[in-house]
C-alpha cells in the first residue's frame, strides 16, 4: 500500500539557518503530494502542495519539488524564522477505489531559536 | 473560509463510558475523516465518510464507530472508553481529491 517516509526530528535550528525536511514516498500511479503544518494547540493545515511530477509547490517561503525519479518531495526553506517553529507533516493522496485516502507521514518537529 | 468546528478542545472520561465525538463543516464537503495523533506515531486513520450514511474503516478502525447522518456531521463513537484510547482525536473534511480542512483537535483522556 502507500506509505510516506519523512526524517525523524526534532529539527533544531537558528533563525536564519536553511532548512531542509526529507520525504519520501511509495505508491502507484501517480499521486498528489502535501505539506502539511501544525503549530501548537490547532490542527493542521496545507502548507503546499503539488500534483504531478516536477511541479513544485511554494507558500510562506516554503518550497517543496515532486521529482518522481526519486519519489521524494523534500521541504525548504532559505531562512527560517522563531514563528516556523511547528510539526511539519508530508502526505500524498492516491486514488484507491475512488476514495482517495489521504497518507500522511510521522511528522518531523521543527523548533527554531532566536 | 471553510470551517470546521470540533465540539469539545478537552475532555475527560472514565473506563466503560460511552463517547461522543462531534465534528461539524460548513462547506458542503463530501469526505470526511477522523484521525487519531499519538507522539511518535503521526496521524492514524480511524474511519471515513464520502457521503452521507458511508463510512469505511481506516487503519485502526477497533473500539471506535461513526456516524454520518448528515453531510456536514461526522460523529466518533467510543462504544467503551479505555484508558489506550486517551489521545488527540483530529476532525478532517476535503471536497474530492482536494486539500483537507482540519478541525483544532479533542484531547481526550480517559481515566
Known amino acids: 500500500g502507500d506509505s510516506v517516509t519523512q526524517m525523524e526530528g526534532p529539527v533544531t535550528l537558528s533563525e536564519e539557518a536553511f532548512l531542509t525536511i526529507n520525504c519520501t514516498y511509495t505508491?502507484?500511479?501517480?499521486?498528489?503530494l502535501f505539506w502539511y503544518v501544525q503549530y501548537p494547540g490547532e490542527g493542521l493545515q496545507l502548507l503546499l502542495k503539488a500534483t504531478k511530477a516536477d511541479d513544485k509547490g511554494s507558500n510562506k517561503g516554503f518550497e517543496a519539488t515532486y521529482r518522481k525519479e526519486t519519489t521524494s518531495f523534500h521541504l525548504e526553506k532559505g531562512s527560517v524564522q522563531v514563528s516556523d517553529s511547528a510539526v511539519y507533516f508530508c502526505a500524498l493522496s492516491h486514488s484507491s477505489g475512488g476514495s482517495y485516502i489521504p497518507t500522511f507521514g510521522r511528522g518531523t518537529s521543527l523548533i527554531v531559536h532566536p | 473560509d471553510v470551517k470546521v468546528t470540533q465540539s469539545s478542545r478537552y475532555l475527560v472520561k472514565r473506563t466503560g463510558e460511552k463517547v461522543f465525538l462531534e465534528c461539524v463543516q460548513d462547506?458542503?464537503?463530501?469526505?470526511m475523516f477522523w484521525y487519531r495523533q499519538d507522539p511518535g506515531l503521526g496521524l492514524r486513520l480511524i474511519y471515513f465518510s464520502y457521503d452521507v450514511k458511508m463510512k469505511e474503516k481506516g487503519d485502526i478502525p477497533e473500539g471506535y464507530s461513526v456516524s454520518r447522518e448528515k453531510k456536514e456531521r461526522f460523529s466518533l463513537i467510543l462504544e467503551s472508553a479505555s484508558t489506550n484510547q486517551t489521545s488527540m482525536y483530529l476532525c478532517a473534511s476535503r471536497q474530492e481529491n482536494e486539500k483537507l480542512f482540519f478541525g483544532s483537535g479533542t484531547q481526550l483522556s480517559v481515566l
Open positions: 462547506m458542503d464537503h463530501e469526505n
Open positions: 505508491a502507484t500511479g501517480y499521486p498528489s
